[in-house]
């Protein structure tokens, strides 16, 4: 168990519907990402937060946005839902210093969304 | 742009049959590399961070080197326990990239007894 929690588990909608997912970093973490894992693409960086604050942003689509809360929970948002949005998406969290070293990213158990 | 090469895409090993798994990598200003475990429908477990040319870490059956373009991650002596996907990602440098991985597609082992 990494100590990173994602809800739901699963989710199944429609197209053009709006889901939002839930992440919950390690305790004292401070930065959380989100990445999306499909067959063909692999493991895709969306974006990252830090304290609150959006830090680095990836290949995360106009429709897709995300925002993390005072209590350091994150939330990712995907809107106008399309049958490509079927996908893994997991989100990790570091302990995310302002420093420049490195950084070591613990992974949440995902969520799976089927677009149907 | 930053590229991540996994090889081979699938390997198939008896048990106690030793191999390793390769990832080659063109960054520019590697902060880390590191070395995940992904069982299906799992988060990615972390194994290893590399920093350096020529560091090395070991864990288990496992051992991870390496170069300035490629890791290797060593599996001595596998278990069936050890079948999974391992997954390799850098971690560039740059004000704009925050913390970001990079993954490649990763290597799926599957260790028969």
């Known amino acids: 168990d990494s100590g990173v929690t994602q809800t739901p588990k699963h989710l199944i909608t429609a197209t053009g519907q709006r889901v939002t997912l839930r992440c919950s970093p390690r305790s004292g973490d401070l930065s959380v990402y989100w990445y999306q894992q499909s067959l063909d693409q692999g493991l895709q960086f969306l974006i990252q937060y830090y304290n609150g604050e959006e830090r680095a942003k990836g290949n995360i689509l106009e429709r897709f946005s995300a925002q993390q809360f005072p209590d350091l929970h994150s939330e990712l948002n995907l809107s106008s839902l399309e049958l490509g949005d079927s996908a893994l998406y997991f989100c990790?969290?570091?302990?995310?210093?302002?420093?420049?070293?490195?950084?070591?990213?613990?992974f949440g158990p995902g969520t799976r969304l089927l677009v149907l | 742009e930053d590229q991540v090469t996994q090889s081979p895409e699938a390997l198939r090993l008896q048990e106690g049959e030793s191999s390793s798994l390769n990832c080659s990598y063109t960054v520019s200003g590697l902060r880390g590399l590191f070395w995940y475990r992904q069982d299906p429908g799992k988060g990615p477990e972390f194994l290893f961070t590399l920093y350096s040319a020529g560091e090395e870490k070991e864990k288990e059956r496992l051992k991870a080197t390496l170069t300035k373009k490629e890791s290797f991650l060593h599996i001595t002596a596998p278990k069936p326990e050890d079948s999974a996907t391992y997954l390799c990602a850098v971690q560039a440098g740059g004000s704009n990239s925050g913390y970001a991985l990079n993954f490649g597609k990763g290597t799926s082992l599957l260790v028969t007894p």
């Open positions: 990790a969290s570091s302990v995310g210093s302002s420093g420049g070293h490195q950084e070591t990213q613990y």
